[in-house]
């Protein structure tokens, strides 16, 4: 009897536990390779449609992002195709719901298509609105946010399409209306997957450029599909976000891209762009000459409004003759002067006159006066022996007969002088 030996192989339960001794077989990686990637939701991706080929039943196609150098192949049966209302072709712009797959026995990951739809002008036109309103919401359009245009930019950098019909008319009617004015041109891509970061960049390397005054993004005409760069919500929050005023001249009149609302200031075409950024040098010769003009008449009607009024001052008799007004006050000084005068004389005659009444007075009340008249003053004699040395008294003035008793001594003050007398007495009285 035979004996069987049977083997048995652990398998690591996880990536991180194989090992060149313990390794995976390829069917058991293939296999959770695509559990994890069928996990994965479908979804809805927008992109264009850039191969398109019909193999049966099954159609291959390449969808390429709309503003990026990103491309994804995919496949979709022709059923769904048929099903469209206007056939898809290279160049159509759809959205499409992807599921991913994973072929087990080819090792090959594929984006199976669902679903397909065509993105019509409608869709972008709604789009565009919806992002407008959105960053509108935001104040990107806000008037505050506005920079000035510079009066007379020394350097314009301009952002546009190579050797473009837009590029020329800036540079040819720019230097129509200011021979002087410089440009710093930055060629790119202005529609298609590469338009958006290539104006991006462009934009960065101008606003960082310190002799750049202004920028102007300019486009010609074109489809609504070919001015959608200008509507990416990436360029328009990099031009809100420049320092360095930025024109929009895209299109015709009648496009308006986000772009235009975002700008701090929105040329209708290419070429009014030139004429709304540079001042035409013949109006501007023409302002200066009839400023000119203007101030030589000021002035000319002021010198001569100022001429009349000094020549009216002039007659005036105060400047005519400028000496009247010191004649005048001579003459006012001269009789203030003999006034002032004749009233001291008559003042001091008049003090004279009453300083000799007042004097006629004082001597008619004088003592002396009463004795030129013949009056006699009678004063008791003073006995010098009887006074204390340094002591000195008054006569008594003899008024009544009984103060001069006989034998008293007098002395007698008449108007010559002086004697002494002596009394012999009396006793005869006048009555008053």
């Not at 206007?86 to 026995?105: H, I, N, T």
């Not at 809100?240 to 496009?255: F, N, Y």
Request: charged share 25%; proline share 6%; with cysteine.
């Amino acid at each position: 009897m035979s004996e069987v030996v049977t083997t048995t192989t652990t398998v690591p339960a996880t990536a991180a536990e194989t090992s060149p001794e313990n390794p995976w077989p390829l069917q058991l990686l293939s296999q959770k390779l695509k559990a994890h990637i069928e996990r994965a939701p479908s979804v809805w991706v927008e992109g264009q449609v850039i191969e398109l080929n019909r193999r049966g039943t099954n159609a291959f196609l390449t969808l390429r992002d709309v503003d990026a150098e990103i491309s994804l192949p995919a496949s979709v049966w022709t059923k769904l195709l048929d099903r469209q209302a206007a056939p898809l072709e290279r160049g159509s712009r759809v959205v499409a719901l992807l599921k991913a797959e994973f072929w087990v026995k080819t090792g090959r990951l594929n984006m199976a298509v669902k679903d397909i739809r065509p993105v019509g002008l409608g869709d972008l036109l709604a789009r565009i609105e919806r992002l407008r309103q959105a960053l509108g919401a935001e104040g990107l359009f806000a008037d505050a946010r506005k920079k000035p245009i510079p009066l007379l930019p020394h350097r314009i950098g301009l952002i546009t399409g190579r050797d473009s019909d837009a590029k020329k008319d800036i540079l040819r009617n720019a230097a129509l209306r200011w021979p002087a004015v410089e440009f710093e041109i930055r060629e790119v891509a202005v529609q298609g997957n590469t338009a958006v970061p290539q104006m991006i960049a462009a934009l960065k390397e101008l606003d960082e450029a310190p002799q750049v005054d202004v920028i102007v993004i300019a486009r010609g005409g074109g489809a609504l599909e070919d001015l959608l760069p200008f509507s990416s919500e990436e360029l328009v929050r990099a031009v809100s976000r420049a320092t360095t005023p930025v024109v929009s001249a895209i299109g015709h009149e009648a496009d308006r891209p986000i772009l235009d609302d975002v700008a701090d200031l929105r040329a209708s075409t290419p070429t009014d762009a030139a004429k709304r950024i540079v001042p035409d040098v013949a109006e501007e010769l023409s302002r200066v000459r009839q400023s000119r003009d203007r101030l030589r008449s000021c002035v000319t009607r002021l010198v001569e409004r100022e001429s009349e009024r000094l020549g009216s001052l002039r007659s005036r008799p105060a400047l005519a003759a400028p000496e009247v007004l010191l004649t005048s006050r001579h003459e006012d000084i001269e009789r203030l002067r003999s006034r002032s005068g004749s009233s001291i004389d008559v003042a001091l005659a008049r003090a004279v006159d009453g300083l000799v009444h007042l004097t006629a007075q004082v001597r008619a009340l004088s003592p002396q006066k009463t004795l030129d008249r013949g009056y006699a003053v009678v004063q008791l004699a003073l006995d010098a022996d009887a006074l204390e040395p340094g002591e000195t008294r008054r006569r008594q003035i003899v008024r009544h007969p009984s103060q001069a008793p006989a034998d008293a001594a007098l002395s007698v003050r008449v108007a010559g002088g002086r004697f002494t007398a002596v009394s012999t007495g009396g006793t005869e009285i006048i009555e008053h």
